[in-house]
């Protein structure tokens, strides 16, 4: 982290790295998934369709890719950068909605779904870390 970042006078550094491992974590899986939308297309409905699950239409997973590497840029970067450091909570409350989305389209089709639910949890308590209280 760049010296000059500003940590809020109550949160313990502990908190504070146990969130950017969260952020890092987000960006990291986000990127990873939405860039496979994006760049891979055939190979991603490929993979879900050998799971047992339904592949989305490409424009449906091209406009989700683009909302998970926007918020995988936006969970990190904004504060790594300390420009508009406000951004990183409302990146990562992106990111729980888009999960949430997920979660409700895989519960539709009977798939089970830890993987939405461990990243909305994830996002919402980045977004709930880094809003300021108070």
Do not use: C
């Not at 989700?64 to 950068?81: H, N, Y």
């Amino acid at each position: 982290m760049p010296a000059s970042y500003p940590v809020r006078v109550s949160m313990s550094t502990a908190m504070n790295d146990a969130l950017w491992a969260a952020q890092w974590i987000l960006a990291l899986g986000f990127l990873a998934a939405g860039g496979v939308k994006l760049v891979a297309y055939d190979w991603y409905a490929r993979m879900v369709k050998q799971s047992g699950s339904l592949a989305v239409p490409r424009a449906t997973a091209a406009a989700i890719g683009i909302a998970e590497v926007a918020g995988a840029a936006g969970v990190v970067l904004p504060m790594l950068l300390n420009v508009a450091p406000m951004l990183t909570a409302w990146a990562a409350f992106g990111l729980a909605s888009v999960m949430l989305l997920a979660i409700g389209y895989h519960m539709r089709n009977r798939e089970p779904a830890p993987g939405p639910i461990v990243l909305v949890v994830l996002a919402a308590l980045v977004a709930f870390g880094r809003f300021p209280h108070g």
